[in-house]
């Protein structure tokens, strides 16, 4: 199973934004950065439709430092 983890630069920027996108009834989960990504903020937003996360980046939805694919135990930065 794949899915999508959004990286913040800090918590303000991932609390705003998961507020911004349960408005737009994003279905997400907040979670733990894991530290093989970035250390720069504790939390993530974790979704697992592509859909909604092309939506995101096209629509300029919210403000993020990147976007991981979480595929076969590894992280691959989409942007």
Known sequence: MSYFIIVF?????AMSAEKKLEEKNIVLRIMPTPTIITQSCGICVRIEDRNKIDNIINDKIIEFKSIY????DRYNKII
């Open 9 to 13: 630069k800090n918590t303000y920027d």
């Open 69 to 72: 694919e979480r595929k076969e």
